[in-house]
């Protein structure tokens, strides 16, 4: 089966050229060069998995009791579970030649100061003193599988806001980490959030106390540096009630020669009142299998938003889901997939309405070109006694071409009777007219292509911090002009 | 050296049908010509074809624009090099709005024109866009707007007559401007193409009707009847063809070629 799926993703050497050239200029745009040999990192797991990798994690993280054996029951759950069979082919993941640990430097940075100069030279190029400057809150920076960089304003440590690495989580705040860690995703939910739970490392950790209103984003930028290595954050954030929070994590990737897998775990808690939105951009290079669990519960009368664009990775599957636990909770799932040659974006959203007069808005965009595949799996879930629950599902798909594929699965389960759900599907070709239109004003093939969908993506885009928007329009500028001439 | 010419140009549908059948035209600076026509005679077709739509084919014949011939570029070169269609239904282009579209419109004719790098400078691009709002009575409102998207007939025609004063062209094709217009709206759209001409411009105002020629007032008027222009006069023969209609060259509404759809006024 894989390889069947293989041949019909393989685009032509101009593809692949293509897909190359559009993460070449990444070393000079943002200087992956550093740290590429194994003998920069500090500490370096062998490759595999096993109970000794994760006794060794664990020890070296100096972890308490309950995770280390939360860890190793773990990993019992991942090897007994088959790979999934439906979604994506994850059949090329080589679990035995993963790193999946790597420790880059010794202790965590507390300034800019004590940052490493090659990891500050990395920053630099991502423009984070600047934008850090204008208005950002934080920054955790995860820099391969360990945060070494996070900086709280003093102003949100006041407030009695909490945002560290999940790992300092872990050691400042242990009784409130155990008290909600895993419960939203419990370790044996699915394989890979299995394989989390065994070998994670890094992520964020955020508590927002009652009633304290974070009005700038929270933003943390992730990314893979080494070959076959494993990146597996896991992150917890709990809005008590009444507050309110909004995280956004970047992901960019540099080219690797074989293939890497990205397994993240984020569970989230928005308590009575409280609100949430959390945004990731990932643009994972065209090997990286990304397969995240994302979930998120609201009790009454909270708002819980995932904000989710999907651009890179060989493979996808991510679907944000929000638990409506209380009356009148509300959540919305806004998401972008965009696959192109050899890419398989298997991404949607998950809402279930437990609770009377809950909402929820699932709103997903798909493009896919050169042969790649983008869908929309989601889950719409009302349980008897929600009585009053409304939903509204919208996907659109835009296919530019003749090879790629857009598949839409739109599982919907009602147990109440009293509910007002609406769905809504489309799936579109960019028109001839509109490209001509837009070329009649002096805009080349590729520059009219990359507005229209642009445009078509605009109701999400315009939901994401504004140098987010335009890194995203730029990156759909890049692969348009991949997809002609 | 003329503007715009049009020597012998025969222009084919895809399945081959041929729709104009030897167009001469020579259009000058500072020079409007107006093309006359009834239903289906081919002018909607002769204003892609000058403008480059893939799907009409030139068999025979040429496009000589500022001298250079512009029959096989694209639609994207030839709008680089000056040219400027209005259309008869200008395209929706959902969520992109229609100061971004303006501006990215302006910065590629501004590199390939006159080699510019850098982008217009975001100041001086609001301030001449609301200038040329203003004087074309388009609400301030339009310009954070999806382009086209939920436009009622008049503000696409107006928006489009916008464009064209944005992007400075040396020839300006307006392909049936005048319908969807009432005759407020009409007088702005017509003296706001009046006013763009100049010894740096030309226009050519395709219609059926006389009414906007009222308020532009052609050099020139040609009659356009099954794909060919059989009479070439001054502004007195749009009032012989208000007078006695096209009958008088053999021609009958609803002809060969594709009638227009009908659209709403504003």
């Not at chain 1, 600047?130 to 006041?158: D, F, M, N, P, T």
Request: contains cysteine.
């Amino acid at each position: 089966m894989a390889q069947i799926e293989d041949e019909r993703f393989a685009g032509g050497p101009d593809e692949n050229e293509i897909v190359r050239e559009i993460g070449s200029d990444y070393a000079e745009k943002y200087g992956f060069h550093v740290g590429d040999t194994p003998e920069d990192y500090f500490f370096k797991s062998g490759r595999g998995l096993s109970h000794e990798l994760v006794e060794m994690i664990s020890e070296h993280k100096k972890e308490p009791e309950w995770m280390r054996k939360f860890r190793h029951s773990s990993l019992d759950y991942f090897l007994a579970r088959p790979l999934p069979s439906w979604g994506g082919d994850v059949s090329g993941i080589d679990f035995e030649n993963i790193y999946y640990y790597i420790k880059p430097t010794e202790k965590q940075a507390e300034s800019w100061d004590d940052l490493p100069a090659d990891i500050k030279d990395t920053w630099d190029k991502l423009g984070i003193p600047e934008a850090e400057k204008k208005y950002l809150a934080g920054v955790g920076a995860q820099y391969e599988s360990e945060v070494v960089y996070h900086k709280v304003q003093e102003e949100l440590a006041k407030q009695g806001v909490i945002f560290l690495d999940m790992d300092s989580g872990l050691r400042e705040h242990e009784e409130l980490v155990k008290q909600y860690f895993g419960t939203i995703i419990p370790q044996n939910d699915n394989k890979f959030a299995a394989l989390n739970s065994a070998v994670w490392s890094g992520g964020s950790f955020i508590y927002v106390p009652k009633g304290v209103k974070i009005e700038l984003p929270l933003q943390a930028y992730f990314r893979i540096n080494a070959e076959n290595m494993g990146q597996f954050e896991r992150t917890l954030i709990i809005v008590d009630e009444g507050a309110q929070v909004h995280y956004v994590e970047g992901c960019t990737a540099p080219i690797y020669s074989s293939d890497s897998l990205h397994s993240a775990v984020v569970e989230i808690i928005v308590h009575k009142g409280g609100r949430c939105r959390y945004t990731t951009i990932q643009n994972w290079s065209t090997n990286v299998y990304n397969l995240v669990t994302k979930r998120a519960i609201a009790y009454e009368d909270a708002i819980m938003e995932w904000v989710d664009g999907n651009l890179g990775s060989k493979l996808t599957m991510k679907y944000p889901a929000i638990w409506l636990m209380g009356p009148r909770a509300h959540g919305e799932v806004l998401s972008i997939a965009f696959a192109g040659a050899g890419q398989h974006q298997d991404a949607g959203g998950k809402c279930v309405h437990v609770a009377p007069e809950t909402s929820s808005v699932i709103t997903s965009k798909s493009i896919s070109k050169n042969g790649g595949r983008a869908g929309y799996r989601g889950l719409l879930q009302v349980a008897k006694g929600a009585k009053n629950a409304k939903s509204k599902v919208v996907c659109d798909a835009l296919i530019l071409d003749e090879d790629s594929r857009s598949d839409t699965y739109p599982y919907i389960q009602i147990d109440e009777d009293e509910v007002d759900i609406g769905h809504e599907a489309s799936v579109s070709k960019i028109g001839e007219e509109q490209l001509f239109y837009l070329m009649s004003r002096g805009l080349s093939e590729a520059e009219a292509s990359a507005m229209v969908v642009s445009g078509f993506v605009e109701p999400i885009t315009k939901e994401l911090p504004l140098e987010y928007a335009i890194e995203m329009n730029r990156l759909i500028e890049l692969q348009m002009e991949g997809s002609v001439g | 050296m003329v503007l715009l010419e049009l020597k012998n140009l025969h222009v084919s549908l895809e399945d081959g049908t041929e729709i104009v059948k030897g167009v001469d035209l020579a259009v000058d600076t500072n020079e409007v010509h107006a093309i006359m026509g009834p239903n289906g005679s081919g002018k909607s077709t002769l204003s892609y074809a000058i403008a480059g739509h893939p799907a009409y084919e030139v068999t025979d014949g040429e496009i000589l624009l500022d001298g250079r011939d512009i029959t096989e570029a694209g639609a994207d070169e030839r709008a680089q090099q000056g040219l400027f269609l209005a259309f008869q239904y200008p395209q929706a282009i959902p969520g992109v709005r229609v100061t971004e579209f303006l501006r990215t419109a302006i910065n590629a004719v501004r590199k390939a024109r006159a080699g510019e790098e850098d982008p217009v400078p975001v100041k001086e691009f609001r301030e001449e866009l609301f200038k040329q709002m203003d004087r074309l009575k388009v609400s301030r409102e339009l310009a954070s707007r999806y382009l086209n998207d939920g436009f009622s007939g008049g503000e696409k025609k107006r928006v489009e007559i916008l464009q064209m004063a944005m992007l400075k062209p040396r020839m300006a094709v307006l392909d049936e401007t005048d319908s969807g217009l009432d005759i407020d709206a009409l007088k702005v759209v017509a003296g706001g193409v009046r006013e763009l001409v100049s010894p740096q411009m030309g226009a050519l105002v395709i219609t059926h009707y006389k009414r906007i020629l009222n308020y532009i007032q052609p050099d020139r008027v040609h009659v356009f009847v099954d794909g060919k222009i059989v009479e070439s006069g001054g502004p007195e023969l749009a009032d012989k063809l208000e007078e006695f209609g096209y009958e008088q060259w053999g021609a009958h509404e609803n002809g060969n070629g594709a009638s227009p759809k009908e659209e709403g006024d504003d």
